[in-house]
C-alpha cells in the first residue's frame, strides 16, 4: 500500500513539474507588432517562436501603414509548425505595423506638380504649382533602407478647381512597391519679392531688405512689383509693411530735394547753361518736376530733378530729357 501510494506521488510531481515546465515555455501572442521587413513572420509575432520563427504568416503592410491579422490564421500557421501556445486573453486579431522613413513633401509635391504640368496643355510648361495634399501630408514612406523618391503612376486633375486624385509609387524604380493612393488641391503660383521687414518713407531698399514669397497667380494683378529691381535701390511713397505684395505706385526713386531745401537751377539752352540758386516748394526723387522759387526775383519756375538737390529747367522749346542715365542713377543710390 505504501509502495503504491508512493508510485502515485511520484507520478504526480512529474506531471505537473513536466506541464510548468511546458507552460513556461509555451509561446505568447503580440497584441501588436512593429516590423521592418516585407514579411510577417511567427517570430514576429510571438515570444519563445523557437525553430518556428521565420515561418511567414502574410505580407507586411506597406512601410508607415498598419494591417490586421486575424488569430485564426495565426494558430493556424502555429499548429502546422509545432508551436503549442494558448489564446489566454481572447485575441481575434493582431495590429502589424511595418516602420518605414518618410519621403520629403517636397519631393511628393514636385512629382505631382511635373505630372499635372505634363498632361495639361493649358499650363505653360514654366508654371509653378502650389500642391496642398487633403490630409496636410502626403504621408509617404519607404523602408529604411530604400530611396526616399517617388514615381506619379496615374493622375486625375481638375484644372477649374484644382482638385487632384492620384496613384503614386515609392520607390520610384521598384516596380513591386505598392501604390498609394495621394489627393489635394494644385493651382498655379507665382514667385514675387517683398520685403523683409516693416520700411518707411524715405528709406531706400537694399538687396538683404529683400525676400521672396508664393502667391496664387490670380492674386497677382499688373501693378504688383515682381522683379527685385522694382524694389531695390527705391524708396516707398508710403510706410510698406513687410511680407506683403507691393504696389508699383507705392515705391519711387529715393527723395533727393527735401521741401525747402535751396537747389541748384540749371538753366539750359543748347550748349549755354545758366547755373542759379532757388528754393524747392516740393520733395522730390529724380525724374519728378518739381515747383522752384527764385528769391531774387520772387518767381516760381518748374524743373526736373537730374540729381541731389539740382534741378534742370530747359529753355522754352527745347527738347526735355526723357530718362536718366545709369551713372546719374547709380551715383544718387550711391
Known sequence: ????????????????????TTASKAAELHASSVITGNVVTLGDLFDNAGDASNVIVAQAPAPGETSDISVSRISLAARRNGLAWYNTTGLS????????VSVPENTVSDAISAAIVDKSPSLPSNTTLQVDFTNGNAGIEVSNNDKQTVAVEQIAFNPRNGAFDALVRAPANDPAAPLR????????????????????PGDVVRAGDVQW???PSTRVSNNIVTTEAGLVGMSPRYPVRGGEPIRTSDMQQPIVIAK????????????LTLVARGRAMQSGAIGDTIDIINPRSNRTVQGTIDGPNSVRIDALGAPRPQTLSMQQTDNVRS
Open 213 to 215: 514669397i508664393k502667391l
Open 1 to 20: 500500500m505504501n509502495i503504491r501510494s508512493s508510485l502515485i506521488t511520484f507520478v504526480m510531481v512529474g506531471s505537473t513539474i513536466i506541464l510548468g
Open 181 to 200: 493612393r495621394v489627393s489635394g488641391r494644385a493651382f498655379p503660383v507665382m514667385e514675387i519679392p517683398v520685403l523683409a521687414h516693416n520700411v518707411a
Open 260 to 271: 525747402g531745401a535751396m537747389v541748384d537751377m540749371n538753366y539750359v539752352s543748347g550748349s
Open 93 to 100: 486579431h493582431v495590429s502589424v505595423t511595418r516602420s518605414g
